[in-house]
């Protein structure tokens, strides 16, 4: 289950020259951007800005990456001070210095030790937020690195064989390749790599489509569990020998017309059956044990009135750990894994749990706890006494009071068709008088949801600036069963878009917010979401922000990287249909580019290969036309969302600016 990924989170030249300075402000008090970052029409950054917003821009938590096979230490992703990316370090005790291990230009955060002495560790790094992952080798007695991979195509690691340093791992081909540009079809291979040994890889199954992941390997290291995720609504069981690489379908059944979730975990330490999430008994996904001699179901969280959205199993094969998302928290839950009882655990600090993994050889939970009050940071659980330990201190700097930023409130209101739509609010300070602005905050995916955590720069608009951020959980967010996780599918897209109008039906009737002055911002599907906003109510809006947005679904599903195209049309419709095409093209922002008639701020990755950058320019151009206000910020070096410190700095200051100019004047 930890295989899964799904996957969150500039601008052309510059018009006119050089950025000028406004009113008195001598030039050399004006931040100039860094050499991979364009701009179009965004104000100038005053020197004095960047000063002030600075102790909200330097937050620096940790987050859980692997255990140390044999010894109780840890790698972890965290960025050192002064650093402008995530990277690997090693954690030797709680609460010790960590050891940087990569210093790269791109992030690292995504690792795992060799899994019987830990002599080296395997990673994966794309280039410039391509999201096209290398796995490389770090030795770690010598620190150097060695590219195991083709670079033509997209590699994941997919766990370890139990009884050899063997890695599994799954590549797509990538565009760059293709004839055209472009593949009407693609395959997935699994391999086994020696990662001592790269060039003697073997291919195990060459898969149609893509989606597939290894949930877990049989502990006689014979078979594989397979998924393969077809949309957020539906996936499947499958088995793969490891010999013969020959596969077979467990769930649904191959004769059967059952759409359901089976999402792949790991193999009971006997090999008599496989843990898995399912929501084929109703509305949420349930841990369950899948036992092979009579082909049944076992549950294991049906008491659970919510998602589990992961669980993981210790080597020993006694004890489950799962995530409860519980209303956007997600929580932890212990279970015997024989007799599926679940066990206490001890009271945690508010926030999510996220990456639980037991150690290999103590009975040792690591988690990372990321909540309102700081950025993330790991504890570990002795499941055997109960004992919590921390193992890292987050940093904030100096004049930031963390404990005093706002918990988050679940809020809830009706929409148009009467369903009941929820989100997290969370509210300034009191010493703001008044009714108060509103930023309203949309999530990507669109299977995705605002989740309870971390805010880190956008604490100051709520704590300085006096805005309210409001994340709402549209119709199609994950979190709230299967029916509403399908209602914004197809033909029913612009159903989500009418939440929002309900919520600013709500904003309205709350003695606190101001109805008047309300910005909407959304990345990746957010994005496309503060569009449709900016079309559908701009009479209702002080501006939108756009960041790695779809602006035209068709152009979208026909630009986005190949081996992500099916995925994606599962979601939003298929644009080879006619009618679906003709619909597409219809509720897409960029043909209703008239109507955004309030400033648009447009963020973008040029390496983007989820929403091209052409997506940012297209609507940036066609809503100019309009007379529109319209700034523009693209980094040259990143993808679907900004992963360098500095870039990410910039839009910041960028974003307080637009906000002066649109929310706050």
Do not use: C
């Not at 001070?81 to 690292?108: C, H, I, K, S, Y």
């Amino acid at each position: 289950m930890n295989n899964l990924k799904h996957f969150l989170l500039v601008a052309s030249l510059a018009l006119g020259g050089p950025v000028q300075a406004q009113g008195d402000a001598a030039a050399e008090d004006l931040l100039a951007p860094n050499a991979n970052l364009v701009l179009q029409n965004i104000a100038p950054i005053p020197q004095r800005l960047v000063q002030q917003v600075a102790k909200y821009t330097d937050f620096r938590g940790h987050s859980f990456v692997d255990w140390h096979p044999t010894r109780r230490e840890m790698l972890v992703a965290h960025r050192k001070a002064g650093g402008n990316t995530v990277q690997l370090f090693r954690l030797a005790a709680p609460m010790a210095e960590p050891e940087q291990l990569t210093d790269f230009a791109d992030p690292v955060t995504s690792a795992s030790y060799e899994p019987h002495d830990g002599r080296y560790v395997v990673f994966e790094r794309s280039s410039g937020g391509n999201e096209a992952d290398q796995l490389y080798r770090l030795d770690l007695a010598t620190r150097q690195v060695t590219l195991l991979t083709d670079p033509n195509q997209r590699h994941e690691m997919q766990g370890w064989l139990h009884r050899s340093s063997r890695l599994l791992v799954s590549s797509v081909p990538l565009d760059k390749t293709a004839q055209g540009g472009s593949r009407a079809s693609v395959t997935q291979t699994l391999r086994l790599i020696d990662p001592t040994q790269p060039a003697r890889a073997r291919a195990l199954a060459v898969l149609p489509g893509t989606g597939w992941f290894v949930g877990g390997v049989s502990w006689d290291d014979k078979r594989l569990a397979l998924g393969r995720y077809i949309s957020a609504n539906e996936s499947q069981l499958w088995l793969l020998d490891i010999a013969s690489g020959k596969t077979k379908q467990l769930l649904p059944t191959p004769a059967s017309q059952e759409r359901a979730v089976f999402l792949a975990g790991r193999f009971k330490r006997d090999n008599s059956g496989l843990y898995l999430l399912s929501d084929r008994p109703g509305e949420f996904k349930e841990l369950m044990f899948y036992r092979f001699a009579d082909k049944r179901l076992v549950p294991i969280t049906q008491h659970i009135p919510w998602d589990v959205s992961g669980a993981t199993l210790s080597d020993d094969g006694r004890l489950l750990a799962a995530r409860a998302n519980v209303d956007g928290r997600e929580e932890l839950r212990l279970f015997d894994a024989r007799s599926f009882k679940e066990l206490p655990v001890p009271r945690l600090a508010s926030g999510s749990v996220t990456d639980p993994e037991f150690h290999r050889k103590r009975p040792e939970l690591a988690f990372s706890l990321n909540g309102a009050h700081g950025p993330s940071q790991i504890h570990t659980l002795d499941a055997a006494t109960g004992r919590l330990e921390q193992w890292t201190r987050p940093f904030a700097p100096e004049g930031v009071d963390t404990a005093g930023f706002s918990e988050p409130q679940i809020v809830r209101w009706k929409s148009f068709d009467g369903r009941t739509v929820s989100g997290l609010v969370n509210l300034p300070p009191s010493r703001f008088a008044g009714k108060r602005p509103v930023m309203i905050a949309i999530h990507g995916g669109p299977e995705a949801q605002a989740k309870v955590g971390f805010l880190a720069r956008a604490n100051y608009y709520i704590d300085e600036l006096g805005i309210a951020l409001i994340q709402p959980n549209v119709r199609g967010s994950s979190g709230y069963g299967k029916t509403f996780l399908e209602l914004d599918n197809g033909m029913k897209r612009e159903d989500s878009v009418k939440d929002i109008g309900a919520l600013l039906d709500w904003i309205a009737t709350q003695p606190s917010l101001d109805a008047s002055r309300v910005v909407v911002t959304g990345g990746s599907y957010g994005g496309y979401m503060s569009l449709a906003v900016s079309t559908h109510y701009a009479d209702r809006i002080a501006g939108s922000i756009d960041i790695v947005g779809i602006s035209n679904f068709v152009t979208f599903l026909q630009n986005t990287e190949s081996y992500r195209r099916d995925l994606r049309r599962v979601e939003y419709g298929d644009e080879r249909d006619p009618a679906m095409r003709e619909f597409l093209n219809r509720i897409s922002p960029l043909t209703n580019a008239e109507r955004i008639t309030k400033p648009l701020f447009v963020v973008q990755g040029r390496n983007d290969p989820r929403v091209p950058y052409t997506e940012a320019e297209q609507i940036v151009a066609k809503a100019r036309d309009n007379g529109t206000p319209v700034w523009y910020l693209r980094a040259e070096n990143e993808g679907h969302g900004f992963a360098r410190k500095e870039n990410a700095d910039f839009q910041f200051y960028a974003t307080i600016r637009f906000l002066e100019q649109t929310l706050l004047k």
